[in-house]
């Protein structure tokens, strides 16, 4: 797959799954996108859940210049193939160890946006992403709009967190984890006493 990159005037394509439940926090990212008037983008949402009416009654309720896709559950391969169009993922969660989805997106060279917490925070790195500190709402909002923003100004940082995507998934890989492990019990071995 070739390292993700944005045609000037073309617009930013974000992408948000997963279940809609309250540590996800969705809401978060239309506070966020509602400060982002002067860049076009489009926000596709995969998924659903408990959530769903009271989500998107908050989006309805914000001033928005972009627009919204809200894709519900579909297959799999329906929902790869919107990720594979996408520009960025932005994982708002709260609380959450390594989702598959953040894992998922990496693979497929999309630079994630995420709160510094939990198993994301050590997912991604600065090579793959951009991560926003986990306060309040009110800091998560202007944190995920300022790394928007980044990705919006700055056209070289996206294909360089493209880039990083990749060599991060790779590092992420089970193949490449056992090896690891496998050189650190090897390492220990040698340099015990006998």
């Known amino acids: 797959l070739p390292t993700r990159s944005r045609s000037p005037g073309e617009p930013l394509r974000i992408l948000w799954s997963g279940r809609f ?17 002067e860049h076009p983008w489009e926000l596709h949402i995969l998924g659903d859940g408990p959530e769903r009416k009271r989500w998107e009654k908050h989006q309805s ?73 986990l306060l309040d709402p009110e800091t998560s909002a202007a944190g995920f709009r300022n790394a928007l923003l980044r990705i919006l100004e700055e056209p070289s940082l996206l294909e360089s967190l493209s880039g990083g995507a ?25 340099s015990s006493p006998s």
Request: with cysteine.
């Open 21 to 37: 439940d309250p540590i996800k926090v969705l809401p978060v990212l239309f506070d966020a996108l509602a400060g982002i008037s």
């Open 61 to 133: 309720r914000t001033p928005l210049t972009g627009t919204v896709h809200w894709h519900g559950m579909i297959p799999r391969a329906k929902a790869l193939e919107i990720m594979a169009a996408g520009h960025v993922f932005i994982h708002t969660s709260v609380k959450e160890g390594t989702p598959h989805v953040v894992v998922e997106a990496l693979c497929l060279g999309i630079p994630v946006i995420c709160h510094d917490a939990c198993g994301m925070g050590i997912a991604v790195d600065s090579r793959c992403g951009l991560k926003v500190p």
């Open 166 to 190: 990749f060599t991060r998934a790779a590092e992420l890989d089970w193949d490449s984890k056992v090896d690891r492990f496998l050189a650190a019990y090897s390492a220990a071995l040698d």
